[in-house]
């Protein structure tokens, strides 16, 4: 079954610091994508950063990287340089193919809160 | 930048009333999505569109119809809400099946 696990529910992180949060997937086609988003407490959800699965290296966007472990099916998103207005919810999501059609499968999201 | 606009914010609704979301995109997208977000369970895919007046069910169809007879507008319609339709309601548009989704900012429906 395609599946997309966050066993984060939360994290909290001091300014400044780094974090990391945790993406695993579950999926038997060679070819797919691995997103993360992000949603404030506004409620729209932000793209953040892609990975597609015969991508090389990894993802890399401003603060946002991606840590790709195809081996691992793991796709964890590291913020660097935490800032307050990370405190958000964060979602991991893959791009699959089921019934005919390319989807977006989310986890279940992690919620981080950035302290001063 | 891609702009995808919800009709409504909040919506309170009442148990039997034909509920209609509405959600226009400016980007000529050919690819337009609803989904409920839900605490725990992240978000899961109701209806999906790849062109103008076509439509496919997504994980949870159960409960609602859509429509698009434009392409820059999909809609959402609870034909007869119920309180377990309480939730947030996201919609999104994408380039194509492959590229990125953009969202709306939701719209928060109580059904009581």
């Known amino acids: 079954a395609q599946k997309i696990t966050q066993t984060q529910p939360g994290m909290f992180v001091q300014e400044k610091e780094a974090v990391t949060l945790d993406c695993t997937y579950d999926?038997?086609?060679?070819?797919?994508?691995l997103f993360w988003y992000k949603q404030p407490s506004s409620g729209e959800m932000i793209f953040l950063i892609y990975?597609?699965?015969?991508?090389?290296q990894n993802a890399t966007e401003g603060r946002y990287s991606l840590n790709f472990q195809k081996a691992r099916k793991s796709a964890n998103l590291v913020i660097s340089a935490s800032q307050l207005g990370d405190s958000a919810m964060y979602f991991c999501?893959?791009?699959?193919?089921?019934?005919?059609?390319?989807?977006?499968?989310f986890g279940a999201g992690t919620r981080l809160a950035v302290h001063p | 930048d891609v702009k995808v606009t919800q009709s409504s914010r909040y919506l309170v609704k009442r148990t039997g009333e034909k509920v209609f979301l509405e959600c226009v995109q400016d980007?000529?997208?050919?690819?337009m999505f609803w989904y409920r977000q839900d605490p725990g369970l992240g978000l899961r895919l109701i209806y999906f569109?790849?062109?103008?007046?076509?439509?496919e069910k997504g994980d949870i169809p159960e409960g609602y119809s859509v429509s698009r007879e434009k392409k820059e507008r999909f809609s959402l319609i609870l034909e007869s809400a119920s309180t377990n339709q309480t939730s947030m309601y996201l919609c999104?548009?994408?380039?194509?099946?492959?590229?990125?989704?953009?969202f709306g900012p939701g719209t928060r429906l109580t059904v009581t």
């Open positions: 999104a548009s994408s380039l194509s099946a492959t590229y990125e989704q953009y």
């Open positions: 999926t038997s086609d060679p070819s797919y994508g």
């Open positions: 990975q597609g699965s015969y991508d090389q």
């Open positions: 999501a893959m791009r699959a193919f089921s019934g005919g059609y390319n989807k977006l499968i």
């Open positions: 980007m000529d997208h050919e690819n």
């Open positions: 569109s790849y062109d103008v007046k076509m439509k």
